[in-house]
């Protein structure tokens, strides 16, 4: 169970953060992995990291709120390694301000990232797997913003909820060709994008309260599922929205 030998799985926004805490897993278990990212040192860095775990790794740089560059991407990720079985849709971001003061520029920046990115990595990576063949698995990273009130975050909260609605979707209609899709809804995570957060003290205490783990969530908490999601092992599991969040969801 969860051999990935053989299998190649994309991550965009692989080179940091939740990404490349699943890409670290995704390399334990002998899958291929291409990293689409926009920085061209932290997708060096991530790759060396990936190879020095034994797997085969390569960084193919990407903006994902431009569809060219996805679809070379995809191209250039068939190339190298033959095939795509995996694919996480997982690059995002946030910019967080009173709704009030959030531009139409703001509200197109995040959706064009988070939501139209998503939908266009699926799209491409769909087209792949159903002209090869033999099944495929699609995982998008969502977020609590999807399903708890999240202030300030109107359009971030507004993307992950429409990424869930696009697994969804998805499951249906490809499951005949035998392609899963699925949602991971994080918790309050340890990365670049929660610096500000976790520095912001009543916030910082606040997730510690009210997370059952009494803690915030890391990386490497993202290797199993990840993992699980690729493999096999889950072909029975699609159009879900999977917490992995210390408990917090539960209040
Ligand atoms: N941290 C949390 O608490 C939390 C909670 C729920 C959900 N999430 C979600 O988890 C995902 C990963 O975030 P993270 O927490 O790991 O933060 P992160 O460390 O800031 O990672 C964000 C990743 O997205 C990539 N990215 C951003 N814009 C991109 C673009 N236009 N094209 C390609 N790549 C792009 C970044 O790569 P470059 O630097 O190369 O652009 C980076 O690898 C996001 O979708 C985020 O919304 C995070």
Redesign the pocket.
């Known amino acids: 169970m969860f051999d990935l030998k053989g299998h190649v799985s994309v991550l ?10 699943m890409a670290r897993g995704l390399a334990k278990s002998g899958a291929g992995i291409a990293i ?4 061209i040192d ?2 060096a860095r991530a790759v060396a990291e990936l190879k020095s775990l034994g797997a085969e790794a390569m960084a193919f740089q ?4 431009k569809e060219d560059q996805i679809v070379k991407a995809v191209k250039e990720t068939v190339t190298y390694f033959g095939r795509i079985d995996s694919c996480f849709a ?5 910019i967080a301000k009173p709704t009030v003061e959030t531009t139409m520029e703001d509200w197109t920046r995040v959706l ?3 939501l139209t ?1 998503v939908f266009i990595t699926f799209r491409e990576a769909a087209k792949h797997m159903i002209a090869r063949g033999g099944g495929g698995k699609l995982i998008a ?5 999807s399903m708890h009130g999240m202030p300030r975050n109107s359009s ?1 909260s507004a993307t ?1 909820a429409g990424v869930i609605a696009i697994v969804r979707s998805l499951a249906v209609e490809l499951g005949r060709y035998n392609i899963q899709a699925n949602a991971i ?10 610096v500000e ?1 976790r520095a912001f003290e009543k916030l910082n205490k606040t997730v510690i309260q009210r997370t059952p783990a009494h803690r915030w ?1 890391k ?1 490497g908490d993202f290797e199993g599922l990840a993992v699980y999601l690729a493999s096999r092992e889950s072909d029975f599991q699609t159009g879900t929205a999977i917490p992995i969040d210390g408990g917090y969801t539960i209040f």
Request: glycine fraction near 26%; include cysteine; charge should be negative.
């Open positions: 965009t926004g692989g080179n940091g953060g939740i990404g490349l805490g689409w990212g926009r920085n932290k997708n990407c903006d994902v709120s997982n690059a995002g971001i946030g064009d990232v988070n990115g990273t969502s977020s609590i913003g971030y992950k809804i994080p918790g309050w995570i340890e990365t670049d994008m929660t957060a969530g990386p």
